[in-house]
């Protein structure tokens, strides 16, 4: 086996360990709530979530395609190990930002790990950037999502008061708890049709770097399968420490709340992937749907003291992610020869 080909692999294999932990990262934001309200247990929940995540990973292949085109020139670049080289640095760098978050429990966002370890690697090798696909694509959704996840819940949740304003508390609270059995399947679907398609993008770009695949040709079924289901197996592992924050540290949830957040956040998830094939962050989306849905208890309800540390994760991610990369590939640009 030449080098080339084992780099290949090696990149195949990084990406789909970056998928893996994806999973168990994310996990919680598919079923924290429907876990915090008892409506769930959390066996049958991760085993729900991460079926799902399989299936939702089938319905579409955009949010690859966006990622794949966020470094531009891969053709163009001599050497095939110098070009996996980029693409393994932009990987690490989001596999450490990742597995530091999920140690201590801050739920940022994987998506823009990733995009982060793509502009940081990218930046370090002079490979171009396509800034106007990241603008696009990345910097307005990643505004634009979050809050349409706390307006949409908020108005969702402020409906359900008004609807159910004459019902018994404990009549809407065990119908709610049913509900989110849907709720929460809604969102593991979404969560897969985001996510596992940017791992996709990913293989797609360490294929391309390697000569094994053309820019313009259809994604192969084989990393659509590998994708979706390292997602799954990742998501079934679980993510128990980011589960406290978003199900309990942020706002204590009853059913409805956690109905109203969970429908909100899927719908955002699968405008943007379908309808826009923006990379957009599943935790961003939950997160601020859960701020949403429990700012209408009343605003002093939300734990803003915990809100605005995940805030300030979520603003660091890409460049936290994109610093590492940037090292990971000046270390690996200097042992590994044909750069």
Same mark, same amino acid.
């Given at each position: ?19 893996? /932990? ?10 924290? #709530? ?61 596999? /450490? ?53 706390? #307006? ?46 940017? /791992? ?82 599943? /935790? ?56």
């Amino acid at each position: 086996m030449d080098l080339t080909l084992a780099l290949v692999i090696g990149t195949v294999a990084i990406a789909l360990f970056f998928d893996y /932990t994806n999973g168990f990262h994310d996990a919680a934001n598919a079923i924290a #709530t429907s876990v915090s309200t008892r409506a769930l247990t959390p066996r049958i929940a991760l085993a729900m979530a991460a079926v799902l995540n399989f299936v939702g990973a089938l319905l579409g292949v955009e949010v690859a395609k966006t990622i794949k085109d966020i470094l531009t020139g891969f053709d163009t670049i001599d050497s095939a190990n110098h070009a996996l080289t980029i693409v393994a640095s932009a990987l690490v760098g989001a596999i /450490t930002w990742n597995l530091i978050t999920w140690y201590f429990g801050i739920p940022s966002s994987s998506s823009h790990a990733l995009i982060g370890g793509l502009i940081g690697a990218g930046l370090a090798s002079g490979v171009a950037v396509d800034w106007d696909k990241v603008v696009e694509k990345v910097a307005i959704p990643m505004v634009v999502s979050p809050l349409l996840g706390f #307006t949409g819940a908020f108005l969702v949740m402020t409906a359900i008061m008004w609807i159910f304003r004459r019902a018994r508390p404990h009549t809407v609270n065990r119908g709610f708890r049913l509900s989110q059995t849907v709720s929460a399947a809604m969102l593991s679907l979404g969560h897969g049709l985001q996510d596992a398609q940017k /791992t996709m993008g990913v293989i797609l770009l360490a294929l391309i770097a390697g000569g094994e695949h053309a820019s313009n040709d259809d994604i192969p079924l084989w990393v659509i399968i590998a994708a979706a289901t390292a997602i799954s197996l990742g998501t079934f592992s679980g993510g128990m420490r980011i589960m406290r924050t978003m199900g309990r540290r942020i706002i204590a949830l009853d059913p409805p709340r956690g109905f109203a957040a969970e429908v909100t956040a899927s719908f955002v998830l699968y405008f943007m992937a379908i309808g826009q094939g923006a990379p957009v962050s599943t /935790t961003h989306t939950m997160t601020s749907s859960v701020m949403g849905a429990g700012a209408t208890k009343r605003f002093s309800a939300v734990r803003w003291g915990v809100a605005r540390n995940i805030v300030t994760a979520w603003i660091i991610t890409i460049p936290a992610a994109a610093l590492v990369a940037a090292l990971v590939y000046g270390i690996i640009h200097v042992l590994v020869p044909g750069n």
